[in-house]
T-cell receptor
Framework: NAGVMQNPRHLVRRRGQEARLRCSPMKGHSHVYWYRQLPEEGLKFMVYLQKENIIDESGMPKERFSAEFPKEGPSILRIQQVVRGDSAAYFC??????????????FGSGTRLTVV | AQKITQTQPGMFVQEKEAVTLDCTYDTSDPSYGLFWYKQPSSGEMIFLIYQGSYDQQNATEGRYSLNFQKARKSANLVISASQLGDSAMYFCAMREGQGSNDYKLSFGAGTTVTVRA
């Protein structure tokens, strides 16, 4: 049973380019969460999605960031016109139920975005 | 205000010794869950242990135990018999509430543990 798959593992973008980060949840999981980890910090919640729905995007920057979880295919976190401050590790987690379980969430290995 | 505070940025421990990582939390919700995650240098987040606010006993998972002191709002992680592979960053996290609103985790800044041979 494959875990949460994120790709790419590392992504380098020049300032002004677009970054697309992909997350395939665990089999049977229909809830996806994105977190961002800035250097030397803990993870911070960005967005919670269910299939075709954004449930909570309170942690997303208002501009340039968007997320989707289509009926088919992985969840995508999209960052337009990247800036140096977007350099971070982006983690995806998935769960089977709408609310958390005692065993936390299964996180993917993350995508490390570097903006040059 | 910080919901999770980890005051130890870095710690050194001798192989085979025990180490305690501090975590204090701040919430007014009576229902919450506390987690510890390990992040090795490879970067992935590995779930270690969970403690629910209503759990009567301290959680244990192998060499990991959670020293839960509810009145003091602390949830320290104890790693016994440290191994070289325990060298990593450790994060304390909290989920508040219950039901459909309790999906959000708040993380501390982390503690780096280095195990010496």
């Amino acid at each position: 049973n494959a875990g949460v798959m994120q790709n790419p593992r590392h992504l380098v973008r020049r300032r002004g380019q677009e970054a697309r980060l992909r997350c395939s949840p665990m089999k049977g999981h229909s809830h996806v969460y994105w977190y961002r980890q800035l250097p030397e910090e803990g993870l911070k919640f960005m967005v919670y999605l269910q299939k075709e729905n954004i449930i909570d995007e309170s942690g997303m920057p208002k501009e340039r960031f968007s997320a989707e979880f289509p009926k088919e295919g992985p969840s995508i976190l999209r960052i337009q016109q990247v800036v140096r401050g977007d350099s971070a590790a982006y983690f995806c987690a998935s769960s089977q139920a709408a609310h958390g379980t005692a065993y936390g969430y299964t996180f993917g290995s993350g995508t490390r975005l570097t903006v040059v | 205000a910080q919901k999770i505070t980890q005051t130890q940025p870095g710690m050194f421990v001798q192989e085979k010794e025990a180490v305690t990582l501090d975590c204090t939390y701040d919430t007014s919700d009576p229902s919450y869950g506390l987690f510890w995650y390990k992040q090795p240098s490879s970067g992935e987040m590995i779930f270690l242990i969970y403690q629910g606010s209503y759990d009567q006993q301290n959680a244990t998972e192998g060499r990991y135990s959670l020293n839960f002191q509810k009145a003091r709002k602390s949830a320290n992680l104890v790693i016994s018999a440290s191994q070289l592979g325990d060298s990593a960053m450790y994060f304390c996290a909290m989920r508040e509430g219950q039901g459909s609103n309790d999906y959000k985790l708040s993380f501390g800044a982390g503690t780096t543990v280095t195990v010496r041979a």
